[in-house]
Each structure stands twice: as structure tokens, then as C-alpha cells.
Antibody, heavy 118, light 108 residues
Framework: QVQLVESGGGVVQPGRSLRLSCAAS????????MHWVRQAPGKGLEWVAV????????YYADSVRGRFTISRDNSRNTLFLQMISLRADDTAVYYC???????????WGQGTMVTVSS | SYELTQPPSVSVSPGQTARITCSGD??????AYWYQQKSGQAPVLVMY???KRPSGIPERFSGSSSGTMATLTISGAQVEDEADYYC???????????FGGGTKLTVL
């Protein structure tokens, strides 16, 4: 079954850290780039970061650069998002998405909720 | 940082044509993509590379792009097309991606 399953969300205090995971199955994970996209409650989609298939190239949104790190473990078919210095405006559902052909986001997980609150 | 601009809302009656626009300075050189998101669900790709429709997307969905504006057109909109629609593209470097602010389509 082709799917992406995010985990690791929860409630965290401002300034603390959190690591999200995205477990991939049903496709050749190591041959596709991957994205993180987030959506604050009642708001629109916001692109967060992308990583190449081999993990050698990463790019970030201005809003998270320097605080978030995208990485992957192709031996475990897993994508990560390490988040530090979390702020209230990082509160969102975080989706992982597969980079498909023609630069599409052709598969999405169901998301994991991150709430930054004291 | 790069931005894509969409109207917050579009409203049509069933059977009418809905047009959702997306403007961005890099669109003359970068493709636009469109995602549909229904309430409580993950987004779904409905258009890619300005004008191409993924398999499984109804023919009433079409796309176009001219200059700094891309448009998603739904010809003969159906009630089931009610959703939020997001355009998506890359900045001029091709490294950063961006979503538009989203357009809520109401069909009633």
C-alpha cells in the first residue's frame, strides 16, 4: 500500500524542540525528493522545506530557515523534520509530501499536529 | 520572499464556470500547479505545468497561464467541487517553493 504516515506531533512550549517523522511505504522512497508543508489552523498551505532523493540538497522557507532541518534515512524509508526554537506561529498541521514527476506533490500524508503553547 | 496572490473567494452557481487566478512575478518562467483541498482532507493535485490534468481529474478542470498570471478554470462547476484551491510554484531560483494564499470556491 502506497502511503505516507507522519508522527511526532504534540504540544510543546515555546523555545523547545520537536522532531517529526514521515514513514513511507509502497514505493521506492530513496528515488524521490520529499517535502514538508504545513497548515496553521484555519489558514492556507505553507511550503516548509524540500530534500533531494539522496539527501544532499535541502531548501527552506524563509520563515523556518536556521530553525528547522529536513533530513532523511533511506535505509529506513523515513523523512524527518527537526524543529528547534519553536514559536507560537509554528503551530500547524505538518504534512509530508512526495515529490513526483514534473515537480508535482503527488502523494500526501494525513498530517501531524504541532501546537506550540505555554 | 516570493509570493503568489489569489482571490480569497470565488462563488458560482452549479453549472457555471469558475475561474481562479494566481499572480506571481516568476510565473512567466515557472510553471503553476493547482491543489484542491476539501475540508479535513489532505490536498490533491488537480493541474500541473500550467495546463496538464492528472489522470482521474474531471475534464471540466483546465488550466492556463499568460504572463504573470495563471488561471484554473472549472467549466460547469459541480457542488462537489466546493473546496479550497491553492496555486503552487517556485521562485526564480527554482529552489524555494511557495503556495498562494488559497481561494475558497463556493458552488451553490
Amino acid at each position: 500500500q502506497v502511503q505516507l504516515v507522519e508522527s511526532g506531533g504534540g504540544v510543546v512550549q515555546p523555545g523547545r524542540s520537536l522532531r517529526l517523522s514521515c514513514a513511507a511505504s509502497g514505493f521506492s522512497f530513496s528515488t524521490f525528493g520529499m517535502h514538508w508543508v504545513r497548515q496553521a489552523p484555519g489558514k492556507g498551505l505553507e511550503w516548509v522545506a524540500v530534500i533531494s532523493f539522496d539527501g544532499n540538497n535541502m531548501y527552506y522557507a524563509d520563515s523556518v530557515r536556521g530553525r528547522f532541518t529536513i533530513s532523511r534515512d533511506n535505509s529506513r524509508n523515513t523523512l524527518f523534520l527537526q524543529m528547534i526554537s519553536l514559536r507560537a506561529d509554528d503551530t500547524a498541521v505538518y504534512y509530508c509530501a512526495k515529490l513526483g514527476e514534473r515537480d508535482t506533490l503527488d502523494m500526501w500524508g494525513q498530517g501531524t499536529m504541532v501546537t506550540v503553547s505555554s | 520572499s516570493y509570493e503568489l496572490t489569489q482571490p480569497p473567494s470565488v462563488s458560482v452557481s452549479p453549472g457555471q464556470t469558475a475561474r481562479i487566478t494566481c499572480s506571481g512575478d516568476a510565473l512567466p518562467k515557472k510553471y503553476a500547479y493547482w491543489y484542491q483541498q476539501k475540508s479535513g482532507q489532505a490536498p490533491v493535485l488537480v493541474m500541473y505545468e500550467d495546463t496538464k490534468r492528472p489522470s482521474g481529474i474531471p475534464e471540466r478542470f483546465s488550466g492556463s497561464s499568460s504572463g504573470t498570471m495563471a488561471t484554473l478554470t472549472i467549466s460547469g462547476a459541480q457542488v462537489e467541487d466546493e473546496a479550497d484551491y491553492y496555486c503552487y510554484s517556485a521562485d526564480s531560483s527554482g529552489n524555494q517553493r511557495v503556495f498562494g494564499g488559497g481561494t475558497k470556491l463556493t458552488v451553490l
